[in-house]
């Protein structure tokens, strides 16, 4: 980079500003994201039929705290054998209580309840340490959540206490069997003495007396148990107690703008970082290794029409004044030369890393400016590719470069004059002898354009000729400036042969438009071959805050003043 750098970047891409500015360049995609996903979630739960939710508990204890108030110990397992809690839960959601579920509720009262019921469904928890199964439904009606787990529940109740019943009627038979053969057994061992002496028969009888006394004790307990349920339902469930679980628009919309926010930070980052079109005016001038010499804000028109005669913007003006004075105060064209002293460069080029940068506008634009300060300027379009400059000058003669470098035309002949408008400018006062002040008006200056004619066979190799090498210098002879606008060297050869022809090149760059990997070959370019200086860059289309932001009049001014005392 070059001691003559005048400007300092005030934005640094490592910072936060420039990690988050990609997502604030895009905030409206981000916003738009958020929105499509908001109204997306909300809709499309908005037709989702509502799901509520219902549950009820079955204690397994039950049968047991019967059993304690009818005798202590009659049942020694606490709830009544009927198991582990989580061995009832893996119960209630097999296929086995599902099918007995389903089958009650296709058998029974036909209705919106049992439909909604019939294609909810239920989960059985059961906590550690606990004799309750807590079972909780969903389905798509209040009532048909609280039916589901009534039933779920009204079903293993069913099944365990039928399980029960038939396990005491099988000790009820057990007990009669033993019983009746107890009851044989005294009739063959009666109380009297035995034929033989034998004094065993009275206890015998004795005995089995007792045992069927015990036995009858335990069938009466046993049909005393039949009453008894094992487990039983709590906490019915109702179905004005059943919660309304979804969906809820609403809240769903909420949730999904907030998603889509996240998903259009995302996409804008990813987008960001794929993106190597420039931003900044900082990054303009870091990836050019120049300095910047002027930034033009961003109009529709740069060139305008007043009174039948071409005239940059008003917008563009200031902008245009400072290029021209910063040229106009020169650069250190050969640094090896009488010390590195300053010139004036009076043949400039201007070229830019992409196409639509805006070199061509930039370069007339600045011939008009010049020509209103009262300099005669030559503008040399040696783009025969896509000439615009008769377009924006508004010359309409079908003469002009080519037909200068194949001969055909002389300079003169060729050369087509741009009808400036010349406003009469105060650029002094002298003191006449009689002491009356008189105005000095400084005239006007010109321009003349050499347009690019299109068609030309083969530019690269008509701008190589020799009759180009002179050209410059030959306009510099009768014109104070010569312009050349020509095609971006990235893009074709033609610039090449014209790349030593100039004293200074202007590099032209547009913001959010030219690519940082296109400036970086673009200076790599220009590094390995031999060409004019580069006297720094020229950022296009930049808003007035973005040039507040950066600080340019101010440190413009401050940087011309100390050109001007050093020169």
Do not use: C
């Not at 239920?122 to 606990?130: D, E, G, H, T």
């Not at 590195?340 to 600045?366: C, E, N």
């Not at 008006?441 to 690269?460: C, F, I, K, R």
């Amino acid at each position: 980079m070059r001691p003559g750098r005048i400007l300092t970047p005030m934005n640094d891409n490592n910072s936060a500003s420039a990690i988050f500015a990609p997502l604030w360049r895009r905030k409206w995609l981000i916003l738009a994201v958020g929105i499509v996903a908001a109204v997306g979630s909300y809709l499309y739960y908005r037709r989702e039929p509502p799901k509520y939710s219902a549950s009820t508990e079955v204690y397994l204890g039950n049968g047991a705290e019967e059993l304690s108030h009818v005798s202590s110990g009659s049942s020694g397992k606490k709830g009544g054998g009927v198991g582990a809690p989580s061995t009832q839960a893996a119960l209630i959601n097999s296929s086995i209580i599902k099918e007995a579920v389903q089958h009650k509720l296709k058998k029974g009262k036909k209705g919106a309840s049992a439909r909604a019921a019939l294609k909810g469904k239920y989960k059985a928890k059961a906590p550690q340490k606990s004799e309750f199964i807590t079972i909780a439904g969903e389905a798509r009606s209040a009532r048909g959540a609280a039916l589901l787990v009534n039933t779920v529940a009204q079903e293993y109740a069913k099944r365990q206490n039928e399980r029960y019943r038939r396990s005491q009627l099988n000790a009820i038979a057990l007990a009669r069997r033993q019983a009746r053969q107890a009851e044989a057994e005294g009739l063959e061992h009666p109380t009297s003495k035995a034929k033989g002496g034998k004094k065993g028969g009275k206890k015998s009888g004795a005995s089995a007396a007792l045992t069927a006394a015990t036995l009858q004790n335990r069938i009466n307990q046993l049909e005393s148990n039949l009453t008894i349920s094992q487990v039983a339902q709590v906490d019915v469930a109702k179905a004005k107690a059943s919660k309304l679980t979804g969906p809820h628009p609403k809240s769903n919309a909420i949730f999904g703008f907030v998603v889509g926010l996240l998903l259009g930070a995302l996409a804008a980052y990813t987008l960001g970082l794929m993106d190597r079109r420039m931003r900044l005016l900082g990054a303009i001038e870091a990836a050019f290794e120049t300095e910047l010499l002027t930034a033009l804000p961003a109009v529709k028109r740069p060139i305008v029409r007043r009174d039948e005669h071409p005239a940059p913007a008003k917008s563009m003006r200031e902008a245009l004044w400072r290029l021209q004075s910063t040229l106009q105060v020169g650069a250190p064209v050969d640094p090896g030369h009488n010390g590195g002293s300053r010139a004036i460069p009076r043949v400039i080029l201007f070229v830019s890393a992409d196409p639509g940068d805006g070199k061509s506008t930039l370069a007339a634009a600045l011939a008009l400016a010049q020509s209103e300060a009262g300099e005669r300027v030559a503008l040399v379009e040696a783009d025969f590719r896509r000439p615009v400059q008769g377009r924006l000058l508004g010359v309409h003669g079908q003469q002009g470069l080519a037909d200068v470098l194949t001969g055909r035309l002389t300079i003169e002949e060729a050369m087509q004059e741009v009808a400036v408008l010349h406003p009469g400018a105060t650029v002094g006062a002298t003191q006449a002898p009689g002491g009356a002040a008189t105005t000095v008006l400084e005239p006007g200056g010109s321009v003349s354009v050499l347009v690019g004619t299109p068609g030309v066979a083969n530019p690269p190799a008509l701008l190589a000729r020799e009759t180009m090498a002179e050209l410059p210098r030959t306009l510099a002879e009768h014109h104070d400036f010569v312009l050349l606008d020509a095609p971006g060297p990235l893009q074709v050869s033609d610039a090449m042969p014209l790349l030593g022809l100039a004293d200074g090149i202007v590099v032209v760059a547009r913001l959010r438009h030219t690519r940082s990997t296109s400036a970086a070959r673009l200076m790599q370019l220009l590094k390995r071959t031999p060409s004019a200086p580069v006297l720094g860059v020229v950022a296009n289309g930049v808003s007035a805050a973005e040039i507040r932001k950066y600080g340019v009049s101010e440190q413009y001014r401050r940087g011309l003043r100390q050109r001007l005392l050093g020169q």
